[in-house]
């Protein structure tokens, strides 16, 4: 489970295409590479050989401190991502670890992060089918959403919008998860975690 330094990153934001879906708690992961690519400065494109948005750049400190990266989403619904991530994999020749999927987490308090690498799916759609293309030892930066309220399914809750008190922070839980994946990426796992993981 070794990244590669020479090779660039796959950084995955998981979601569901359309704007039906945009503000939904499920598509948090696309929230967090939306705003990686607005500081990249770059527009996601279509890929040639995968069914999925991506945007090439670099991301870092100027200078050596600086990693290549991938931005991806894929455009195939949630529980159909391992498919076009593992056909980005493929195609830019990269080792698992060198993957980070950013995805909504249920049993974290919302707002909480949580960056990790390999582990189960927890029941994560998209985790799930990941790890079925390609095996679980890719990194995960976790999200939290918290419990739904009450009796309300898990499906409707992450399927709906954040709520409007939840809005109010939201645009700083974004950010804050975006600092992670520079993080992950530029000084390692554990020193994201150590400033992450609170």
């Not at 499920?26 to 069914?51: S, Y």
């Not at 898990?154 to 109010?168: G, M, Q, T």
């Amino acid at each position: 489970m070794t990244t590669d330094a020479t090779a660039p990153w796959l950084i995955v934001g998981l979601g569901n295409p359309g704007p039906g879906y945009a503000a939904n708690r499920h598509n948090v992961g696309f929230m967090v590479v939306d705003l990686l690519a607005d500081r990249i400065g770059g527009t996601f494109k279509r890929h040639g050989k995968a069914q999925a948005q991506v945007l090439e750049g670099r991301i870092g400190p100027m200078g050596p401190g600086s990693r290549r990266v991938v931005l991806a989403k894929p455009m195939s619904y949630m529980n159909l991502s391992g498919g076009p991530v593992t056909a980005l994999r493929d195609f830019y020749k990269l080792p698992t670890a060198n993957i980070v999927a950013i995805h909504d987490e249920l049993d974290i308090d919302y707002g909480t992060l949580r960056l990790k690498l390999g582990g189960g799916d927890n029941g994560h759609n998209g985790l799930k089918s990941m790890t079925k293309a390609m095996g679980p030892d890719y990194h995960r930066v976790r999200f939290g959403i918290g419990r739904p309220p009450g009796r309300m399914q898990v499906a409707d809750f992450v399927l709906k919008d954040f709520s409007p008190a939840e809005r109010k922070e939201l645009d700083y839980f974004v950010d804050r998860a975006a600092d992670s994946v520079e993080a992950l990426v530029t000084e390692g796992l554990e020193r994201a975690q150590s400033t992450y993981n609170s």
